[in-house]
């Protein structure tokens, strides 16, 4: 199976930067994210070849009030998502392994909230002497996250998309202003690095590369004194507002002791990061990254949906 973000349009085969991590001999991976899917299907419309809908096995609207669309699907994730007995697990388990991979689950609206915990607690727990590397094409972190991050002892490298790499530039309409509400959102995090004196321990850097978007999330952590990576998270959030309260989404956490693995990492977070510039002071103060009061504005609105 192939685990990425993209959303498979013509761009992702051009000109738009993303991640993609084959797995390859893992059947129970497999079948827990085709049990994910089937969930969905159950909960979801399926569009009919006369462009009519028909539901699955839930009519979401005409069967189910609200509360009680959202305790099914709530219910039927638990079910999947929740601790196994021991004998259920085993099967195909190698003492060699040396690699593990974790599924994490995200759909704030109907309180599940794996990946959420999981990534609070990676931050809470990050040692002196730890780096991480952080990549969000969609930079919008939660409060909760840039406070953890704020009180963290380890270094910080944050990678996300300039104002011509978002894959917004130049839509239509209102669309074509969604660039500048992250630049805001960027301003503001930059801002309070330097309120708290933070920016020689957090950098927020800016992917810039002629004629491509940037649409990469995931990380990469080192411990303390380590040359080469030990886990990874790969999957479809941006650890923002929209990713944490709003959305499905599902990531994998991928702990690795294999060294070949390491190195691919430790590669591809390197060759990302080497198409960036760090932001400072005066990054906000070119001509091209002027935002409009109006901007500025309606963002303070719609930030929980970015």
Known sequence: MSVCRANLSESYFTNRQDRYILIKNCPRLGDFCERLINIVGAHSYSLQ??????????????????????????????????????????????????????????????????????MSQLLKETLPGCRTFLASGYFNLTEEYVDLIMKSQGQYRILTASPQANGFLGARGAAGHVPYAYLHIARWFYDRLLHERQTSRVTLEEYTRDGWTFHCKGMWYYLPQAELPVMTLVGSSNFGYRSVERDLELQFAVVTKNMTFQQELKKEHEYLFGQASCVTTETFQRPDRQIHWLQSLVTRFIWTYL
């Open 49 to 118: 070849p006369d462009d009519s809908l028909r539901a699955g096995q839930i009519d979401p609207l005409s069967m189910w009030t609200k509360s009680q669309f959202a305790e099914s699907f709530r219910q039927a994730i638990h079910d999947l998502i929740k601790p196994k007995p021991t004998n259920d697990i085993t099967t195909g388990r190698s003492d060699d392994a040396d690699t593990w991979i974790c599924p994490l689950v995200q759909m704030g609206p109907y309180n599940v909230r794996q990946d959420q915990r999981v």
